[in-house]
């Protein structure tokens, strides 16, 4: 592979691609397990994984090995054929999650459009119309997902937006009970919110919603493309409530690392699609489905038991560092290897501090450092963030 320096890469970006992301500014050569080299020989770990996607870390042998054998028999067909990677992936997620049917899709936002039609769908059948979604939300940058978002960067210029959904404050059980009623189509939810500063839905929230939803018969679709896929300790996120959603929209770390999302439903939506009702030409695809196999069988052959124990781990050191520096971080929160500081000061200048020292998170919600590392992450990679973690705190401090 060729060489070239992060500067002339940096600069060949500007000149090409529109200026839509902030960029780390790193130049990537290679990347094995939780470590990224950069072009210049610098070593980084990384506790953020693709934003939440490679779950397996990289170059995993049997999810290289996977992808490499699919590759070789046939990569693309379009969904006008049968696949057996498709199909398998489609059991196997039915059988750890109890769901009764799945529709692949590309991504999370396009799991995301797909599962507001089909709760569209279920309403026109049952003549509800009205969607409701939560502030700090992120569903993806699709109208239908903006549509159920509030973050005015996210949305300001590009309106308008689908009709009939409106954004209410996140647990808040007083806006919910006042907003639904007979005409509610469906609730949209992350369950444990990644971008908008790892914040879980609260019991009694949830309660609420569940009581709502027995009075008035709408649909639950839970959001698990970040928190899902055993990222918190458990398969999905809302596993850590009992409540089982009606439509579940996964993405990110499903494909581990490959392009795939998914659309789950119950029984109760099984058959409001009709053939021709939905599609994609990619989605599902047979190269992107070997990897999701990869991915659910080592989530079931101890990974996700990993997220759980050295997210415990993980949050054992954070809750120290909470302790040590009271005056900076005010709460440690999330589950799982998805987890947050949340500071009493901006996040970004600490999130710089620790590039420096050659550690990989982001900030998210402007005060909340976002801790996202692969599932496979270890004790001693935990010991690294925290060590350098600390001596930024120290800095920072003064
Ligand atoms: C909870 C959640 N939903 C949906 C999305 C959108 O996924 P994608 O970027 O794959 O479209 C994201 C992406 O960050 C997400 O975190």
Request: charged letters at 20%; glycine letters at 10%; hydrophobic letters at 40%.
């Amino acid at each position: 592979m060729s060489v070239h320096s992060s500067a002339s890469l940096i600069e060949r970006e500007q000149q090409s691609l529109f200026q839509v992301y902030r960029r780390l500014p790193i130049a990537v050569q290679h990347a094995s397990k939780c470590r990224i080299t950069d072009v210049e020989g610098n070593e980084y770990l990384d506790f953020l994984s693709g934003i939440a996607v490679s779950a397996l870390g990289y170059g995993h042998p049997r999810l290289v090995d996977a992808i490499t054998r699919q590759a070789q028999a046939f990569m693309h067909l379009s969904n006008v054929f049968y696949q057996e990677p498709q199909i398998e992936m489609a059991e196997l997620l039915l059988q750890r999650t109890g769901y009764s049917r799945v529709f692949f899709s590309n991504s999370g936002t396009e799991a995301m459009e797909g599962a507001l039609k089909l709760a569209r769908k279920w309403g026109t059948l049952n003549n509800k119309t009205e969607i409701f979604a939560f502030t700090g939300g992120f569903h993806g940058r699709s109208y239908g997902a903006l549509s159920v978002m509030d973050k005015p960067l996210y949305k300001s210029g590009m309106g308008p937006f689908l009709p009939n959904t409106q954004i209410l404050p996140f647990n808040n059980s007083i806006a919910l009970k006042n907003a639904v009623n007979e005409s509610t189509c469906a609730v949209v939810l992350e369950f444990l919110q990644g971008e908008g500063g790892i914040v879980f839905a609260e019991p009694d929230f949830v309660n609420t919603m569940l009581e709502l939803q027995e009075q008035y018969d709408f649909l639950i679709i839970a959001d698990e493309v970040q928190a899902g896929a055993g990222r918190t300790g458990k398969f999905f996120g809302f596993d850590h409530f009992m409540v089982k959603p009606d439509i579940v929209t996964m993405a990110k770390g499903i494909g581990g690392g490959l392009p795939l999302g998914a659309i789950l439903g119950t029984k109760r939506v099984e058959s409001v699609w009709e053939k021709g009702n939905h599609g994609t030409t990619f989605g599902g695809n047979p190269v992107a489905c070997a990897a999701g196999i990869v991915v659910m069988k080592e989530l079931a052959g101890g990974v996700q038991q990993n997220a759980h124990d050295v997210g415990c781990y993980l949050r054992e050191n954070l809750s120290v560092l909470q302790q040590n520096f009271p005056d900076i971080i005010q709460e440690v929160r999330g589950c799982g290897l998805m987890a947050g500081l949340k500071l009493s000061t901006s996040a970004a200048p600490l999130v710089e501090a620790l590039l420096k020292r050659r550690v990989i998170a982001n900030a998210t919600a402007e005060t909340v450092i976002r801790l996202l590392p692969p599932l496979i992450a270890t004790r001693k990679d935990v010991d690294e963030f925290t060590a350098a973690m600390q001596d930024c705190l120290k800095a920072h401090r003064g």
